[in-house]
């Protein structure tokens, strides 16, 4: 794989870790956000805010890492996935890293949203001499600079109609992304 890439899952999974660790309070934080997640008709995205310490952190890692990864929450309904974690810190310059970010996502979506993988590599190889066979010789064309790699490898392989049909019958799928303070 990517070392870059290896080092930032390895980072996000050790931040959870950390933020976690004696996790008390906030419950109904937590409990809200998973309502949410596993409504159907619930927004696309959430918003969190609050003081600084106020734990919104705390509450979302511990979401996350109460979920297996790909996670499935732990009420034994099963009908939500976080699909894709990513935390930021300004004090590990890579997880602020846009490129970087997007090759993660890329990454666990490609492991957890069904036919993401096939969309995805079908759709970069529709005009290219040289096929790429796999999501991680992709990622080696996610590139700085490409202000449309948000877009290119992650929306249109999102609503391809393999995908959404797909998703369909499936449980529901999510992203999380803890930067509120960054």
């Not at 809200?32 to 106020?54: E, M, N, S, T």
């Not at 009420?75 to 993660?104: E, M, N, P, W």
């Not at 049909?165 to 992304?177: L, N």
Request: aromatic share 6%; net charge negative; proline share 4%.
């Amino acid at each position: 794989g990517d070392p870059a890439l290896d080092d930032l899952n390895a980072h996000t999974l050790s931040e959870i870790d950390k933020r976690t660790k004696g996790f008390t309070g906030r419950e109904w934080l937590v409990k809200r956000l998973a309502v949410w997640l596993h409504d159907p008709k619930g927004a696309a995205a959430r918003v969190i805010v609050g003081d600084p310490g106020a734990g919104k952190s705390a509450a979302v890692m511990h979401l996350m890492k109460n979920q297996p990864n790909p996670g499935l929450l732990d009420d034994g309904r099963g009908d939500c996935i976080i699909a894709v974690r990513h935390v930021c810190d300004y004090q590990y310059a890579d997880s602020l890293d846009v490129t970087l970010f997007v090759k993660s996502a890329v990454w666990q979506l490609s492991q957890s949203v069904p036919g993401f993988k096939e969309a995805l590599l079908e759709d970069f190889n529709k005009d290219r001499v040289e096929k790429v066979d796999s999501v991680a010789g992709l990622l080696q064309h996610i590139c700085d600079g490409n202000g449309r790699a948000f877009e290119d490898f992650i929306l249109t392989p999102l609503n391809d109609s393999r995908v959404t049909a797909a998703m369909a019958s499936k449980a529901r799928r999510g992203g999380i992304v803890d930067a509120f303070d960054e």
